[in-house]
């Protein structure tokens, strides 16, 4: 099964930051909707953003103003720049795309990478 490749991640302290990269490959070709879904312990996997391949973008209401994804069309790639981190914004975080224009069930994804913000 094809899977998108995912890097960053990692532990950082609270108020820190870290990027997230999460690349298609070439064999997938057609992709507008890309974005990061994260679960934390003991909660269900939850939506965090979305960019289209026209650069519209979504983000939960928890994460605004922190987070930022952007993409590179040209290399099938996007990414998560998520600024002053909370604890509360540790999970498993996994890239997601589409050839639709949303995410609400991805046909691709990727193996996830680990965020821990300590306290």
């Known amino acids: 099964q094809v899977q998108l490749v995912e890097s960053g991640g990692g532990l950082v302290q609270a108020g820190g930051s870290l990027r997230l990269s999460c690349a298609a490959p070439a064999s997938i070709f057609g992709l507008n909707a890309m974005g990061w879904y994260r679960q934390a312990p003991g909660k269900q996997r939850e939506l965090v953003t979305v960019?289209?391949?026209?650069?519209?973008?979504n983000y939960a209401d928890s994460v605004k103003g922190r987070f930022t994804i952007s993409r590179d069309n040209a290399k099938n790639t996007v990414y998560l720049q998520m600024n002053n981190l909370k604890p509360e914004d540790t999970a498993v975080y996994y890239c997601?795309?589409?050839?639709?224009?949303?995410?609400?069930?991805?046909?691709?994804w990727g193996q996830g990478t680990q965020v821990t913000v300590s306290s």
């Open positions: 960019i289209t391949s026209g650069f519209s973008t």
């Open positions: 997601a795309a589409d050839r639709l224009e949303y995410l609400l069930d991805p046909h691709y």
